[in-house]
């Protein structure tokens, strides 16, 4: 089983990053869907430049994750700097997973089918780039085969 996931780790890192860029297309709606116009009007403006200035962070580290993803020798060679990067992109995309389901207050939610249903695609979203990512760190640290 794990040489089969090592052979294919090429293609499952393009997924990954396809997975991602569409990810940062797509998350372009949720300051609309989730009110963030209004919501941070509230905020001291230092605050809501903060919040802002973290949400681009964000915004932007999942493209890069997805750019330098398009590239999968690039996170595959094996070397100690392909593992590092990996490690981190797997620990962010775990991270990611945890405060989904630990941390995330979906009291006051949006609902209805299509939001339920976008909840349920980025979350199995989530889980693959963590398993993708961390499978790609094993291999580069050598507990997986090719």
């Known amino acids: 089983m794990a040489s089969l996931i090592g052979q294919n780790l090429p293609t499952l890192v393009l997924l990954a990053a396809i997975g991602q860029l569409v990810l940062i297309v797509a998350s372009l709606a949720i300051p609309r869907v989730l009110g963030w116009r ?27 994750f997805g750019l330098v993803s398009l590239h999968p020798a690039w996170l595959l060679d094996g070397s100690p700097l ?23 207050d979906r009291s006051d939610a949006p609902s209805g089918p299509a939001v ?6 980025l979350v199995a979203l989530f889980v693959y ?18």
């Open 38 to 64: 209004a919501e941070t009007a509230k905020l001291r403006p230092l605050t809501r430049q903060v919040f802002w200035t973290y949400a681009a962070y964000i915004w932007a580290t999942n493209l890069s």
């Open 82 to 104: 392909a593992a590092g990067v990996t490690g981190f992109i797997s620990a962010y995309w775990i991270g990611r997973v945890g405060i989904q389901f630990f941390y995330f």
């Open 129 to 146: 780039l963590a398993a993708v990512y961390s499978a790609a760190t094993l291999f580069n640290l050598g507990r997986i085969g090719p």
């Open 116 to 121: 339920r249903l976008a909840e349920v695609g």
